[in-house]
């Protein structure tokens, strides 16, 4: 007699073995997997691993056992993070930090006076002046725009590619070398001062 083929179809390795050993499976669903281990060796292995592996965890986390740490840990640990630290000795981090403190202090301070109504004026301000740099780098976007579109107008497509790829190369090399320059300079000055 023919048996009726089971709803369930699995992908080896299973994906309900986790949920299967951990008890989460419906009744039918859990029937479905054990006749699929029963007949596939991948899903078979791959829930004796499992178990293998909580049996093996469950026995570490199980003992107990000691740490012993050297007498003098605890002096070491605090030697060693207070060398690593260096503070705010260098006058760049003094810098850092009080532009930090100075912008968080403007910040709170316009987020204090916003919801109390006193930097009105100061937000129209500030508004104001972002739309002036929006429009001024509105304007320069479109002069640029304007001047690619007319250089593709009057010179043929291949020089255009040619002379579009020069100027890109020569502003990547400038860039690279102003970087390079400043990156020199910080070495041998941090080489000098110490």
Do not use: W
């Amino acid at each position: 007699m023919n048996e009726p083929r089971s709803k369930f179809v699995f992908d080896c390795p299973a994906e309900e073995i986790s949920a299967y050993i951990d008890g989460e499976l419906s009744a039918d669903l859990e029937v479905a997997l054990e006749r699929h281990v029963g007949t596939c060796d991948i899903c078979r292995d791959e829930l004796n691993d499992q178990k293998g592996f909580l049996i093996a965890l469950s026995d570490t986390l199980e003992r107990e056992v000691e740490i012993e740490l050297p007498k003098d840990f605890t002096k070491t640990v605090v030697v060693n993070a207070e060398s690593k630290v260096s503070g705010l000795r260098d006058r760049r981090e003094r810098v850092m930090a009080f532009t930090v403190i100075g912008v968080m202090a403007a910040l709170a301070a316009v987020a204090v006076g916003s919801f109390s109504g006193a930097f009105v004026p100061l937000s129209f301000a500030i508004e104001k002046v972002g739309i002036v740099i929006g429009l001024a780098v509105q304007v320069f976007f479109d002069l640029v725009y304007a001047v690619v579109n007319l250089l593709r107008t009057f010179v043929p497509a291949q020089t255009f590619a040619a002379v579009l790829a020069y100027i890109t190369l020569s502003l990547a090399a400038v860039a690279v070398l102003f970087f390079v320059s400043r990156s020199l300079r910080r070495y041998f000055h941090t080489q000098g001062s110490e």
